[in-house]
């Protein structure tokens, strides 16, 4: 058996669920072992974070938004993802440490060395062997956003914002080519799907040479 840890980012409205499922499918398909998850959540206590982080009528401050996503992120990874890893599954996680990277970093302004060392703590410095970044204007991502009904906490912030996590996370990407797979999320979900799939059988196929 073969482990992957696989992971989706983007900004609102990208496309990450649609593509998430779509690739569990093709595992499916092939009879891979995997596992979906998500951040905020896949765990009890994940849950509860989320409902508090994405409520658009509370008012959290940068600090405790993160270190509330990083507890929700210390359980996931110590609940679900690393005991999936062990028993040799493909793991699929809609968000993960490189949101908070963009988003408390790049859109809040939290300091770098905050956010690296309070997500070592909380990853045990689990890394993803692939990102996938659906990378998508912020503007068309909102509009997408809005179009499924009222919008979160997060899809509330101006544009302004969403324009610095977006360029967070292109950073973040040039910074580390070999696991970054950056896909322009405008392009129709069939050929991303390919794309994505393409990207994940070939690591599947290095590591069982």
Excluded: N
Aim: net charge negative; charged share 25%.
């Amino acid at each position: 058996m073969t482990s992957l840890f696989v992971t989706f980012e983007g900004p609102e409205g990208a496309g990450k669920s649609t593509q998430v499922g779509r690739l569990a499918s093709r595992l499916k398909g092939v009879g891979a072992a995997h596992l979906v998850t998500r951040e905020p959540g896949g765990t009890a206590l994940g849950s509860r974070v989320r409902e508090v982080l994405l409520d658009p009528a509370l008012d959290i401050d940068p600090l405790p938004e993160f270190l509330l996503y990083s507890a929700s992120r210390a359980q996931l990874v110590r609940e679900v993802i690393r005991p999936a890893l062990s028993r040799g599954e493909v793991v699929l996680c809609d968000r993960y440490a490189d949101s908070s990277r963009a988003y408390q970093g790049s859109g809040r302004g939290l300091e770098t060395s905050l956010l690296e060392t309070v997500t070592r703590e909380a990853t045990g410095d689990l890394v993803p062997d692939l990102t996938v970044l659906l990378d998508l204007d912020p503007a068309v991502g909102l509009a997408r956003a809005a179009s499924r009904g009222q919008p979160d906490r997060l899809e509330r912030a101006d544009l302004t914002f969403h324009t610095h996590v977006r360029e967070g996370f292109l950073a973040l990407a040039a910074r580390e080519p070999g696991r970054f797979l950056v896909l322009d999320a405008t392009r129709a979900p069939d050929v991303l799907e390919e794309d994505i799939w393409a990207a994940v059988g070939e690591r599947l196929t290095v590591q069982t040479g």
